[in-house]
């Protein structure tokens, strides 16, 4: 696989696809693509679906190529993984092709998260293996157009899907609208804030990937706290596991609207487990902040509804800093399974630092706390 960083213009991008025939676009987002997301929204936001998990987008779009669409699917490397069965089940099974763009997040040589380093060093060689023909995604309007007859004809051939991988800077920023005020409503860190100064001191607390990890640590580190870094959606299983096998401790755990609504049936097995020792707190923004703000559609997900019917015990559904304080006080002193959904606004400081302790060491602290 050669060829050099390109820095396209999305709204480019979007018209050379388009033209050719491409669309309905669909994916869980990432902020290499954030301008290309950003732009469809704006422009044609008809032909983009935001999808709960990457392997969702992907038979999503293997319904579209069966209705006679030529559709498009947006990942990041780090949710390959969740690709691999609709990749190599359905669509290679079926013959169904559908184009993806997936970005180069570690990509060897460069600076990233250590979340992202094994998945970067093997992302081209896992899309060989699949039988996915993969390439970079070319540096201008001219050679993209050329490089996009390629994959059709490729598509066409073989039946099989097609992969650009964009690196990082891949493509130019697109101009957005600032989001709208969410009048009244905390912010993450407030709410969190107000979760640790309400809960069991002596209990333990795991944060979702992204900034909800990040400011715990910068504001109120300390060893019973678990920083789970990549593996969106996993946080509340793992703390399903701590809860199950720690005894009475109190497990509380700090999750996203994008985390949750990629892997819902997480409540499903707290709700059939039962936990009387987890809570389960739903910061909820209405977006994926940490790539870029694009809308998670969580706002019209009734995640109380669903917990219930899950199984838990009670659900509490809030906005207000005292009504957040009394349910993290109260679901404390009951059984549970509890959830409590945190209606926040989006934002974060500018400056918000990527966690200082590294994950082996924050995984081998925990466990050690754990053991007291």
Request: hydrophobic share 40%; with cysteine; charged share 20%.
């Amino acid at each position: 696989m050669t060829g050099t960083v390109s820095r396209l213009d999305a709204g480019e991008l979007v018209s050379l696809l388009r033209d050719r025939g491409f669309g309905p676009f669909t994916g869980v987002p990432c902020s290499f693509l954030g301008p290309v997301i950003s732009c469809l929204q704006a422009e044609h936001p008809q032909d983009y679906l935001v999808a709960a998990n990457e392997g969702e987008a992907v038979a999503l779009a293997a319904g579209a190529r069966l209705a006679g669409r030529r559709p498009v699917v947006i990942l990041q490397n780090s949710g390959l993984g969740n690709t691999v069965n609709p990749l190599t089940s359905l669509c290679h099974t079926l013959r169904l092709p559908v184009l993806l763009l997936v970005t180069w997040r570690g990509r060897p040589s460069t600076t990233d998260e250590p979340q992202h380093e094994l998945m970067g060093r093997i992302t081209p060689e896992m899309l060989t293996l699949m039988d996915i023909r993969n390439e970079l995604l070319p540096s201008d309007p001219a050679a993209l157009a050329e490089r996009l007859a390629v994959a059709e004809e490729h598509m066409a051939s073989t039946g099989l899907p097609f992969a650009f991988v964009v690196p990082k800077g891949s493509i130019a920023p697109y101009a957005v609208e600032p989001p709208e005020e969410t009048s009244g409503r905390m912010l993450r860190a407030e709410a969190i804030g107000h979760v640790v100064r309400a809960m069991d001191p002596d209990g333990c607390l795991i944060a979702t990937t992204g900034k909800t990890a990040r400011e715990l640590e910068r504001d109120w580190d300390r060893p019973n706290n678990l920083y789970v870094v990549g593996s969106m959606g996993c946080a509340s299983s793992v703390a399903l596991g701590v809860a199950l096998y720690s005894g009475e401790r109190k497990v509380v755990v700090l999750d996203g609207d994008g985390a949750a609504l990629m892997r819902l049936e997480a409540m499903a097995t707290i709700g059939r487990q039962a936990p009387a020792n987890l809570l389960h707190v739903l910061l909820d923004n209405e977006s994926y902040e940490s790539t870029g703000g694009q809308p998670s559609g969580s706002g019209t997900v009734d995640f109380c509804g669903l917990a219930t019917a899950c199984g838990y015990q009670a659900a509490h559904d809030v906005s207000e800093p005292e009504e957040l304080a009394r349910a993290v006080a109260g679901c404390q002193s009951l059984p549970g399974p509890r959830l409590i959904r945190v209606r926040i606004a989006p934002g974060s400081h500018p400056q918000l630092g990527r966690p200082a302790l590294r994950p082996p060491a924050s995984a081998a602290r925990f466990m050690e706390a754990m053991a007291r």
